[in-house]
């Protein structure tokens, strides 16, 4: 596992090298995106989280709720005794997180208190590919549901399209929608879907750290990192691309 602010400092790192033209092309491009896309889901590969559904009489449930530092970032975690129900970001203003919480469960009473299964998703975040299942407990219609577990079967590096979520390119509008109401940040990787022409804007928590988490994820897979960051990535990528134009 790597340790707290390990990850966000290489995402920092990728932030500080978007303006890059070659970067952007090399690991951000329209083709590279739509490759990405078009690339199957491996066999075995196990979703990292379950999805419950919110049922008649969960609004009578107390939420349990934590801020917490994990390496992607400080988060507000609530959870009911039936699994997370909500991951948002926090850094910038907890307050805001908790409203954030509270708008999305109007009937529940919450409480700031720590349990085993908002651990669940803390160290899913601390480390996403260690194989930590996590338990969802998730409110939302029929359609909302079948977009996030779909979206759970987009491994780690990996891309998809609000076409392909939603079946074809009548529901991209509806299956964006969905995607944008997903209540679990990083778990539920709505960064991971993309228009079909492999461009993308409107995430909830930024359109940068979408980039980076994209970028970071990619080049995790490819174990392209150097002790000092994508610094050596990006120069000797930019050394070949001179070279073959």
């Given at each position: 596992m790597e340790e707290k602010g390990a990850v966000i400092n290489k995402l920092e790192a990728v932030k500080g090298r978007l303006a890059d033209p070659f970067f952007e092309q090399q690991y951000l491009g329209k083709s590279v995106m739509l490759f990405?896309?078009?690339?199957?889901?491996?066999?075995?590969?196990?979703?990292?989280?379950?999805?419950?559904?919110?049922?008649?009489?969960?609004?009578?449930?107390?939420?349990?709720?934590?801020?917490?530092?994990?390496?992607?970032?400080?988060?507000?975690?609530?959870?009911?005794?039936?699994?997370?129900?909500?991951?948002?970001?926090?850094?910038?203003?907890?307050?805001?997180?908790?409203?954030?919480?509270?708008?999305?469960?109007?009937?529940?009473?919450?409480?700031?208190?720590?349990?085993?299964?908002?651990?669940?998703?803390?160290?899913?975040?601390n480390s996403p590919r260690s194989g930590t299942r996590v338990r969802l407990h998730l409110k939302g219609t029929v359609f909302q549901?079948?977009?996030?577990?779909k979206l759970l079967d987009v491994p780690f590096g990996g891309l998809t399209t609000y076409a392909r979520l939603g079946g074809n390119i009548q529901n991209a509008r509806a299956t964006g929608s969905a995607v944008g109401d997903n209540p679990v940040y990083f778990i539920v990787p709505c960064h991971r879907v993309i228009r079909s022409d492999g461009s993308f804007e409107g995430y909830y928590w930024g359109n940068e750290l979408k980039m980076a988490l994209l970028a970071w994820e990619r080049l995790e897979n490819e174990k392209q990192y150097t002790p000092e960051g994508i610094e050596d990535i990006t120069q000797s990528g930019a050394e070949t691309n001179t070279k073959a134009g």
């Open positions: 990405r896309s078009r690339r199957p889901v491996p066999a075995g590969v196990t979703p990292a989280a379950t999805i419950g559904e919110w049922e008649s009489g969960d609004d009578m449930l107390t939420i349990a709720y934590q801020y917490a530092a994990t390496a992607l970032g400080e988060i507000l975690v609530g959870a009911t005794e039936k699994g997370v129900c909500f991951v948002g970001l926090a850094a910038g203003d907890k307050a805001v997180a908790l409203s954030g919480l509270k708008r999305r469960f109007p009937g529940n009473t919450t409480e700031e208190k720590q349990t085993a299964i908002q651990q669940e998703a803390i160290d899913y975040l549901l079948s977009v996030w577990r």
